[in-house]
C-alpha cells in the first residue's frame, strides 16, 4: 500500500494493517506472543519497533510482507537524470517476455567488451550510491545481456561469457533494488541472475550469485531460508578452499556474511556466531580489505557485521561500541555509508539523538541518494523530528529527504 502508509511509523503501521485485518490488540499481541501492553505502546510508537525478527513475527501475523510494515518501498523521484522511469523501467526490463523465446532478439549482435565495460560501470555506481544513474543504465543493459545469452551458442567461449555477464548485471540489479526497498523485484533479479550463472559453469560466478539469492531472501523476511541456502552455498564452496583465490575467499567470506544477518534477523545468536567465525577466517586469509567481484570483501567488512549484527540481536551497548571505532576509509561508498546509517541507528537506540544526527549529516554528504532512500535513515530522522523540540538541522534534512513528521492519526 504504498502511499497509504509513507509517512507512518512501524508502529502506526502495525495499527494500520491490524484494524484492517479486523483483530484486536489483545488477539494480535497473542499472535506474536507479547502483551496487549507491549503492542499498545509499540503502536503508539512508545516502544521502538525496528527489529526485524520481530517485524517479521508481525507481518507474519497480519498476513502481509515486510515491506509493507517497514515502508518499502520509497517511491524514487524523477531528476533529470532519471527522466521520467525509474524502477519501473527495470521492472519491465526484468520482466521482457522475449527473454522465453528463443530468437526473439532482432538486435544487432552486442558486443561482449562493451557489453562488460558498461555492466563495470554500473557496479562502480552500484558502489559510489549513484542511483540516478543506476535506474538510467540498468534496463537497457539487461536488455542487451539477454539478447547476447541467444545471439551466441551457449556452449561456445562468447555464449559462457554471455551468461556470466548476464549474471553479473543481475546482481548488479539486485543490490540496487535491495537498497530501494524493491525486494520482490529483487528476488526476481537474483533468480535469473543464478540461472544464468549456472549456465556459465563458472563456480565463483554461482557462488556469488547464491549469496545474491540469499540477499534477496533476507530482503523478504525469509531469514531461515537465506540461512539455509548460505549453508548449502557455502559447502559446495568449501572442497575448493585448500586452493582459493583471493576471488574465491571474498565470495566464500561474503556468503557468510550473508547468514550472519538472516542469522541474527531470526534471532539464532548461535548460528551468528558460526557465520561470522567462517567470514572472519576468510577474511585473515585475504589479509586486506579488498573489492574481488564487487565483493567490498575483508576484515573491516567483517566488523561492519559484527556491529550490524548486534544490533539486529538487540545487543544495542554493543552495536555503540563497536560503531565508531570501525574504520571503514578504504571501503567503497555504499559500504562507509551503510554502515553510518547503521551507527546512526546505534546511536538513536542509545538516546544520543544528537550524534546521531551528526552521522546521518555527514553520510548526506557523502551519499545523498542512498541516505534518502534507505529504510533505516528514512525511519530514524521520522522519529528526530516527532520529538518534542526537534532540532532545526533535522527538520531540514527530513525536507530534503521528503520525510513527513506528522502523526497521521491526528487531526
Not at 507491549?38 to 517479521?56: F, G, N
Not at 532478439?105 to 557489453?115: A, Q
Not at 540516478?132 to 561469457?161: F, H, M, N, W
Not at 545474491?212 to 533476507?218: E, I, W
Request: glycine share 6%.
Amino acid at each position: 500500500m504504498r502511499g497509504m502508509t509513507d509517512d507512518m511509523s512501524a508502529g502506526e503501521r502495525v495499527a494500520f494493517y491490524r484494524q484492517r485485518r479486523g483483530l484486536t490488540q489483545t488477539v494480535l499481541a497473542g499472535l506474536v506472543g507479547r502483551t496487549d501492553d507491549w503492542l499498545r505502546k509499540v503502536e503508539h510508537d512508545a516502544l521502538p519497533l525496528d527489529r526485524l525478527s520481530i517485524l517479521r513475527r508481525l507481518a507474519y501475523a497480519l498476513d502481509v510482507s515486510l515491506g509493507d510494515l517497514i515502508g518499502e518501498p520509497v517511491l524514487m523521484d524523477w531528476t533529470e537524470e532519471t527522466g521520467r522511469r525509474t524502477v519501473s523501467a527495470l521492472r519491465v526490463a526484468l520482466m521482457d517476455h522475449r527473454q522465453f523465446l528463443v530468437g526473439s532478439y532482432t538486435t544487432e549482435l552486442v558486443r561482449l567488451d562493451s557489453l562488460a565495460r558498461d555492466i563495470a560501470e554500473q557496479w562502480g555506481d552500484y558502489q559510489a550510491s549513484r542511483y540516478a544513474r543506476l535506474t538510467r543504465r540498468l534496463p537497457l543493459l539487461i536488455t542487451d545481456v539477454q539478447a547476447a545469452c541467444q545471439q551466441y551458442d551457449a556452449t561456445s567461449d562468447e555464449g559462457v561469457r554471455a551468461h556470466e555477464l548476464c549474471a553479473s548485471v543481475h546482481q548488479v540489479a539486485t543490490a540496487f533494488l535491495t537498497k530501494v526497498g524493491e525486494a520482490d523485484l529483487a528476488a526476481t533479479a537474483a533468480t535469473r541472475g543464478l540461472a544464468a550463472a549456472n549456465s556459465s559453469g563458472n563456480a565463483l560466478m554461482i557462488g556469488s550469485l547464491y549469496r545474491s539469492v540469499a540477499h534477496a531472501l533476507v530482503s523478504i523476511g525469509e531469514y531461515e531460508q537465506s540461512a539455509a541456502l548460505t549453508r548449502a552455498a557455502a559447502d559446495h564452496l568449501e572442497p575448493g578452499l585448500g586452493t582459493a583465490s583471493p576471488e574465491y575467499l571474498s565470495v566464500y567470506g561474503m556468503l557468510h556474511l550473508v547468514g550472519a544477518v538472516a542469522s541474527a534477523r531470526d534471532d539464532d545468536r548461535g548460528d551468528t556466531m558460526a557465520f561470522l567465525t567462517e567470514a572472519d577466517e576468510a577474511a585473515t586469509r585475504l589479509g586486506i580489505d579488498a573489492n574481488h567481484l564487487w565483493t567490498a570483501f575483508g576484515p573491516t567488512n567483517v566488523a561492519i557485521h559484527r556491529m550490524t549484527t548486534a544490533m539486529e540481536l538487540g545487543d544495542v551497548q554493543v552495536a555503540v561500541d563497536l560503531g565508531p571505532r570501525i574504520d571503514t576509509g578504504a571501503l567503497p561508498t555504499e559500504r562507509r555509508v551503510r554502515h553510518a546509517i547503521e551507527t546512526a541507528r546505534a546511536y538513536v537506540r542509545w538516546n544520543r539523538i544528537d550524534d546521531a544526527l551528526t552521522m546521518l549529516l555527514r553520510a548526506e554528504q557523502e551519499a545523498p541518494e542512498q541516505v534518502r532512500y534507505h529504510r533505516l535513515s528514512r525511519n530514524l530522522v521520522r522519529e528526530m523530528i516527532r520529538l518534542p523540540r526537534p532540532s532545526s538541522r533535522a527538520i531540514e534534512l527530513a525536507c530534503r529527504m521528503g520525510v513527513h513528521g506528522t502523526d497521521p492519526r491526528k487531526p
